[in-house]
């Protein structure tokens, strides 16, 4: 703006503010989200018990954690009290929870460490927690999961992780060679109806958008990278 292309400087900030108003306020994080959490629908409980419940790390915030020596649940804490109510209603499934540390720097707090004392409290008995402690992401989610329980042939295994991020779950763990059965939590919209529904919070627009965007941005990553079998994975494909 201080030099001879002041003129382009403006049209340039217009342009981002306009940009970034349709991205606060418009339908467009709902647009982005909604085939994300709409792919798998919602587990039937109907075809019987599971021998085991997966549930995938992303709630914790293990800086927060460290320095206050306690565990701080940042988002998503569906992925918390969905297991602790599978835990009741079916005492003979195993309970695994996988999750290391996403930081680019190593440090030793990890998330599984944290999310045992949460389950614990939520009714779930420590002997019957199976704590994957090292994986960075949810392609090493799936292998070392796989390593941990080495799942049988016929048994039937839950996922439980965000809506949003049950797509790209349900392709790595396939491409793993690990058969389990979509469990979606943590919904970010109501569905079908608020599809073109506008907000007055820009925050909320903003963040639906962030949300899904960096979600698509990791399908299309991991499958240039082979890690899953499709784009955008489904019920029933590979």
């Not at 629908?41 to 306690?70: E, N």
């Not at 992925?79 to 835990?87: I, K, S, T, V």
């Not at 996988?98 to 002997?127: C, F, H, M, Q, W």
């Amino acid at each position: 703006m201080a030099t001879r292309f002041a003129a382009v400087g403006r049209k340039l900030a217009v342009t981002t503010l306009v940009l970034l108003a349709l991205v606060a306020f418009s339908p467009i994080g709902n647009l982005l989200l909604y085939p994300l959490e709409s792919r798998f629908p919602a587990w039937d409980p109907s075809r019987g018990a599971p021998d085991g419940i997966i549930v995938l790390g992303g709630s914790i915030d293990t800086d927060l954690s460290a320095a206050h020596r306690t565990p701080v649940v940042a988002h998503a804490a569906d992925r918390m009290l969905a297991p602790a109510d599978l835990a009741r209603r079916y005492p003979n499934a195993r309970i695994v929870f996988t999750g290391g540390s996403a930081n680019l720097v190593a440090t030793e707090a990890r998330e599984a460490d944290y999310t045992a004392p949460i389950l614990e409290s939520l009714g779930i008995p420590k002997e019957r927690l199976i704590l994957e402690r090292e994986s960075r992401n949810t392609w090493e989610n799936a292998i070392f999961t796989k390593q941990l329980v080495t799942p049988k042939l016929g048994e039937r295994w839950l996922l439980v992780t965000s809506a949003f991020h049950m797509p790209r779950a349900m392709g790595i763990f396939r491409k793993a060679g690990f058969d389990v059965e979509a469990y979606p939590v943590d919904w970010r919209m109501g569905g079908r109806d608020g599809l073109f529904a506008f907000t007055r919070n820009g925050a909320d627009g903003l963040g639906k958008t962030d949300v899904a965007v960096r979600e698509w941005i990791g399908l299309l990553a991991y499958r240039i990278m082979g890690r899953t079998g499709e784009l955008l994975p489904g019920p029933g494909k590979d």
